[in-house]
């Protein structure tokens, strides 16, 4: 049972453009939100997280946005650059208390 | 300050046989995690230590599939015997504490069983 899904395996966008990246997640005792990006052969990096709280946190090129009635999280990334591309996860947990449950991840080329 | 470290990066063996991966974690960092990543899925858990205690193996198959962190530090994740269907990135993470977002990753050990 999947409690956190990346439904695209795979986005591919131009340089300059945005990119946006798109996470749901079925267990609604998830307070807490964040976005992992992974290049190969290394371990994930954090990048930006989101508390139940607010519904919009941004940090320089990144925001995410929280739908919690949809149970719906989105990473927008603006302006897309080539250093961008790599597989990004979103991952969960309940205020901490529990392991970070982690999506499939979705791989975003940045083409120049 | 320096990072999770991992070794081996790369291990091949043939099913049935035994590994053992090795995993450093962030100095003062009291919990330790191990994930399994099978190639185009996500992390997933399979032991959550806090200091030198177990917190959550439930994921973790016992069968065949043994970790442990002496003295609250290092820890190793064992395998024995091995199966194809273990062939996966081993990542070890560590944090600060069991509720810090925190999360630092190492590189991994990539195992392949043949």
């Known amino acids: 049972d999947q409690q956190v899904k990346q439904n695209s395996p795979s986005l591919s966008v131009q340089e300059g453009r945005i990119s946006i990246l798109n996470c749901d997640y079925t267990?609604?005792?998830?307070?807490?939100f964040l976005w992992y990006k992974k290049y190969p052969a290394e371990g994930p990096t954090f990048l930006i997280s989101i508390s139940s709280i607010k519904d919009k946190n941004e940090d320089g090129r990144f925001t995410v946005f929280l739908n919690k009635s949809a149970k719906h999280l989105s990473l927008h990334i603006v302006p897309s650059q080539p250093g961008d591309s790599a597989v990004y996860f979103c991952?969960?947990?309940?205020?901490?208390?529990?392991?970070?449950?982690f999506g499939k991840g979705t791989r975003l080329s940045v083409i120049a | 300050e320096a990072g999770v470290a991992q070794s081996p990066r790369y291990k091949i063996i043939e099913k049935r046989q035994s590994v053992a991966f090795w995993c450093n974690p962030i100095?003062?960092?009291?919990?330790l995690y191990w994930y399994q990543q099978i190639l185009g899925q996500g992390p997933k858990l399979l032991i959550q230590?806090?200091?030198?205690?177990?917190?959550?193996d439930s994921q973790l198959p016992k069968d065949r599939f043994s970790a442990e962190r002496l003295k609250g530090v290092d820890s190793t994740l064992k395998i024995q015997p091995a199966k194809l269907e273990d062939s996966a990135v081993y990542l070890c993470?560590?944090?600060?504490?069991?509720?810090?977002?925190?999360?630092?990753f190492g590189s991994g050990t990539r195992l392949t069983v043949v």
């Open positions: 267990n609604s005792m998830f307070d807490y």
């Open positions: 230590f806090q200091n030198n205690g177990v917190v959550d």
């Open positions: 100095s003062g960092h009291a919990t």
């Open positions: 993470a560590s944090s600060f504490d069991r509720g810090s977002d925190g999360y630092t």
């Open positions: 991952a969960a947990t309940n205020s901490g208390n529990t392991p970070l449950v």
